[in-house]
């Protein structure tokens, strides 16, 4: 096969998702691999698009932040712009990941404090018999 196209099963591997998943970001736009038939043939546009996606996804960003910077991509002389974008994003997101480390840390010191307590009654229970 072409080395600049890839089929779904190639896409699948090399990029560890389902082919659910694929089908997925094609029904929703994101992606838009080349039809042979049945086939779906990925172009090197496609990959890079579906690593995009795949790193907004592990950031926290929705399908539709995604799609507007990747939106923004496509479009001759907007790279600034997509930067600018991006980088707004990326705060906005770094902000509210913050915020939930805080509230985690706030609630594994409760936990610990709970356990500690449940610790030292059956200690306590222990010593008593």
Request: with cysteine; aromatic share 6%; net charge negative.
């Amino acid at each position: 096969m072409n080395d600049d196209l890839k089929s779904i099963r190639e896409m699948c591997d090399d990029f560890e998702v389902t082919a659910r998943t694929l089908r997925f970001y094609e029904s929703k736009e994101l992606l838009s691999p080349l039809r042979v038939g049945t086939k779906r043939l990925f172009t090197r546009r496609d990959r890079a698009r579906l690593k995009l996606i795949l790193r907004g996804k592990r950031f926290g960003f929705s399908l539709e932040e995604i799609r507007q910077l990747l939106d923004m991509y496509d479009m001759e002389g907007q790279q600034h712009l997509q930067l600018q974008k991006s980088y707004e994003l990326a705060l906005d997101r770094i902000a509210a990941m913050e915020a939930q480390r805080a509230e985690l840390d706030e609630a594994i010191n409760e936990l610990r404090g709970q356990m500690n307590w449940a610790e030292a009654m059956m200690a306590s229970r222990d010593a008593a018999e």
